[in-house]
């Protein structure tokens, strides 16, 4: 079904308006004439702090998240223009901090979205995927300027990527910044330009290194 049909249809229509509703006026209306609703439910999302549950909307034009305040009783956080935003996938650690995760990036905020499962991951991945390319004919992507992503220092004691043991003062804490993980020293050990994060070269784990520039490299 194309977009402007989904917008019309009358169950777009009515959720819409049971969105607005669960905003209880506190938000602008969300209902808007050729916006259609393609997603919609919670993910966990990497904060400054921890991961936090937040109820997730993707429309046709944007991105809506928000806390959870009760049974369809929302308060709204964020609204990310499609257009502005770009997806990646992260890769599946062993361990299960990062399973089913990928990226969400925007000049104003980048973080880590963890999915239940691979299925929902995909639903959501893909979905976002395909509204941005609808939205991007053009090349403008390559001239944004990501903020970049973190991960709470808290949220791991030991490196995502290899049984090294505990972070102590001599086994250092170091983020990738292309995934997010935390890692050891030992499991980053390149840094490499990243498009859309400045000029100089930042840290990133040996599994990004090897999956997104070792390529290109040699
Ligand atoms: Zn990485
Ligand atoms: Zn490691």
Redesign the pocket.
Same mark, same amino acid.
């Given at each position: 079904m194309r977009i402007s049909e989904l917008a019309e249809s009358s169950k777009n229509v009515k959720r819409m308006g049971e969105i607005d509703e669960a905003f209880q006026g506190r938000y602008p209306p969300l209902c808007a004439l050729g916006r259609a609703l393609l997603a919609e439910g919670v993910l966990l999302k990497m904060c400054r702090k921890k991961i936090k549950e937040r109820k997730f909307f993707l429309f046709n034009d944007m991105l809506v998240y928000a806390k959870i305040a009760g049974h369809e009783l929302y308060y709204a956080q964020r609204t990310i223009p499609l257009k502005t935003l770009d997806v990646e996938d992260v890769i599946d650690t062993f361990k299960d901090t990062l399973k089913h995760a990928w990226i969400v990036k925007s000049p104003e905020k980048s973080f880590v979205l963890i999915a239940e499962n691979e299925d929902e991951k995909q639903h959501w991945f893909l979905n976002l995927k395909a509204c941005i390319r609808l939205l991007r004919i053009n090349k403008e992507k390559e001239k944004i300027d990501y903020a970049p992503i973190w991960i709470p220092d808290d949220e791991s004691n030991e490196c995502m990527r290899c049984e090294g043991g505990k972070f102590t003062v001599f086994r250092r804490k170091h983020h990738?910044r292309? =995934?997010g993980?935390i890692v050891c020293s030992g499991c980053s050990t390149r840094s490499v330009v990243i498009k859309g994060q400045g000029n100089d070269p930042l840290r990133?784990?040996d599994? =990004?290194f090897e999956r997104f520039y070792s390529e290109s490299e040699s």
């Open positions: 990738c292309k =995934c993980a990133v784990c599994a =990004c």
